[in-house]
Nanobody
Framework: QVQLVESGGGLVQPGGSLRLSCAAS????????MEWYRQAPGKERGWVASITRGGSTNYEDSVKGRFTISRDNARNMVYLQMNSLRPEDTAVYYC???????????????WGQGTQVTVSS
């Protein structure tokens, strides 16, 4: 049974920083892409950032230059360093991983349960 657990959310003032973490546990043979999504109240869940197994990254335009995604392949973890936070960054943040439970099986998508980030003075 694979489980993804996010942590690191909370309340922060505008201009502040937070670092989100997501740990994958269970039977895991290989993890390909790791991603972060977010969902603000009344809005659809949207993609924020992604990182390949080799370390190539991509970001949604509104977070470029402020957020940094990174990963630790040995620990099956992905991180999101968020700087210069704005009120519009307020959302529930979810991690998503494309992984293989067994090496001969196809990649499957797994989601975490989400962590709340609130940016407010």
């Amino acid at each position: 049974q694979v489980q993804l657990v996010e942590s690191g959310g909370g309340l922060v003032q505008p201009g502040g920083s937070l670092r989100l973490s997501c740990a994958a546990s269970g039977s895991i043979a290989n993890i390909n892409a790791m991603e972060w999504y977010r969902q603000a109240p009344g809005k659809e869940r949207g993609w924020v950032a992604s990182i390949t197994r080799g370390g190539s990254t991509n970001y949604e335009d509104s977070v470029k230059g402020r957020f940094t995604i990174s990963r630790d392949n040995a620990r099956n973890m992905v991180y999101l360093q968020m700087n210069s936070l704005r009120p519009e960054d307020t959302a529930v943040y979810y991690c998503k991983m494309s992984l293989k439970i067994l090496s001969w099986l196809p990649y499957q998508t797994f989601w975490g349960q989400g962590t709340q980030v609130t940016v407010s003075s």
